[in-house]
């Protein structure tokens, strides 16, 4: 917590910073964004590109949600890493930001109830650890771009749940087959590991549900899993205790959260080797960055649960959600954070890490445009601040 730099400084998000075995130049992160533009669930050249136009020399990126099996996907056209195919175009992702000197993690993604017969092969049901459907307040986007209702899931059986972990496994191993340097598993904002988590939304009556030591056993037995693959430093963990979406509550979060950390330590211990890192969804997310969004703590609340997890978490700190240029400076400086990611700001602002740290204006970003299948529009035509058009974009301070 009272960390300094080579010379005694206090950090800032601008300072270089040491994440286990990767040298990191700066703090600003790429966050991991759905953006729908890999069709048929494959990797091409608009990634090759999106993801170059944001890396930097010693920068850290973490991929959008990457599916890590066939029932993964929870919005149209999002990429996976489940057959060798799909590895072989990540590897052009990889090599292109690795010539910048970037790092550049793949992040594990399995939606669980969170999506739709649409997305699902053979149209089945999607999986979940219930089968309490998402309820109507949120709507599911179908690869016609309509918006569904989320179905019924069908609960996984016991004996299924080995299965998905061994896909999570299979997935990490395929990423570093890939090139990347490690893996993010998602396990936040409602998603399959999250339904898991949450007594708001597991009703399981067998080891996987009840108490919290039983709620945390998926998320333990998966990073196990994955460290076992490849090697701890190389695998980073997300969750957001805190965070209702897609109807993803639990009655003590601040618990939760420290139960998932004291599982991550001890696995820290037991493999004698860090994480890369754990990665936590601020609270406020939910409100500032989605179009619906249900009620959330009070800032000061939301300082208390971070604070208490970044400091029971054993490594390094990852923040994310709804920061901006001074937010996230006051959290590295205040020591909130190790590192920070940003996300919609990334998106408008390819050279985010430069605009940032001159304090330079802002691109503003256009929400229609985040899930939509153009492989340029809201993709990689946001300007640069020396683009050569000579034309202007839309500024914002932020």
């Known amino acids: 917590?009272?960390?300094?730099?080579?010379?005694?400084a206090t950090p800032s998000l601008f300072s270089p910073y040491k994440m286990g075995k990767f040298d990191l130049s700066h703090r600003v992160v790429l966050a991991p964004m759905t953006r729908c533009r890999a069709l048929n669930n494959m990797p091409n050249a608009a990634l090759v590109q999106?993801?170059?136009?944001?890396?930097?020399?010693?920068?850290?990126?973490?991929?959008?949600?990457?599916?890590?099996?066939?029932?993964?996907?929870?919005?149209?056209?999002?990429?996976?890493?489940?057959?060798?195919e799909q590895?072989?175009?990540?590897?052009?992702?990889?090599?292109?930001?690795?010539?910048?000197?970037?790092?550049?993690?793949?992040?594990l993604w399995h939606v669980g109830r969170a999506s739709h017969q649409e997305l699902q092969p053979g149209g089945?049901?999607?999986?979940?650890?219930?089968?309490?459907?998402?309820s109507k307040r949120w709507r599911v986007l179908l690869p016609d771009g309509s918006y569904g209702i989320y179905p019924k899931p069908r609960k996984l059986e016991t004996y299924q749940i080995p299965?998905?972990?061994e896909h999570y496994?299979?997935?990490?191993?395929?990423?570093?087959?890939?090139?990347?340097?490690?893996?993010?598993?998602?396990?936040?904002?409602?998603?399959?590991?999250?339904?898991?988590?949450?007594?708001?939304?597991?009703?399981?009556?067998?080891?996987?549900?009840?108490?919290?030591?039983?709620?945390?056993?998926?998320?333990?037995?998966?990073?196990?899993?994955?460290?076992?693959a490849v090697g701890a430093e190389r695998v980073g963990v997300r969750i957001s205790p805190a965070i209702d979406h897609l109807d993803a509550t639990d009655s003590d979060p601040l618990s939760l959260g420290l139960a998932v950390i004291e599982r991550l330590n001890k696995l820290q211990t037991d493999h004698a080797s860090k994480l890369a890192y754990l990665h936590v969804t601020q609270p406020r997310y939910a409100a500032y960055g989605q179009t619906e969004s249900g009620p959330h703590g009070s800032a000061?609340?939301?300082?208390?649960?971070?604070?208490?997890?970044?400091?029971?978490?054993?490594?390094?700190?990852i923040c994310s959600g709804g920061f901006t240029r001074r937010l996230g400076v006051e959290a590295v400086a205040e020591g909130g954070a190790d590192l920070v990611a940003f996300g919609r700001l990334f998106i408008s602002n390819p050279d985010l890490v430069t605009r940032l740290e001159i304090d330079a204006p802002l691109n503003k970003y256009v929400r229609g445009t985040f899930y939509t299948h153009d492989p340029v529009v809201g993709y990689t035509d946001y300007p640069f601040l020396k683009d050569g058009t000579g034309k202007k974009a839309p500024l914002s301070r932020m």
Request: charged share 20%; proline share 3%; with cysteine.
């Open 163 to 165: 299965e998905v972990v």
């Open 50 to 84: 999106y993801y170059t136009q944001r890396a930097t020399s010693g920068g850290f990126l973490i991929t959008e949600g990457t599916m890590i099996s066939p029932t993964a996907a929870g919005f149209p056209h999002v990429p996976g890493i489940f057959n060798k």
């Open 87 to 107: 590895v072989e175009e990540w590897k052009k992702v990889v090599d292109a930001v690795h010539a910048k000197g970037a790092v550049i993690f793949c992040q």
């Open 124 to 134: 089945i049901a999607p999986l979940s650890s219930t089968d309490k459907p998402i």
């Open 169 to 228: 496994r299979a997935a990490a191993v395929n990423a570093i087959e890939a090139g990347f340097d490690g893996v993010e598993i998602h396990g936040a904002h409602g998603y399959l590991i999250d339904q898991f988590l949450k007594d708001g939304i597991n009703d399981r009556t067998d080891e996987y549900g009840g108490s919290l030591h039983n709620r945390c056993k998926f998320i333990t037995q998966v990073v196990q899993s994955v460290i076992s």
């Open 1 to 8: 917590m009272s960390e300094t730099t080579a010379d005694g």
């Open 300 to 317: 000061d609340e939301e300082a208390r649960f971070m604070m208490t997890w970044r400091r029971a978490y054993s490594g390094t700190f």
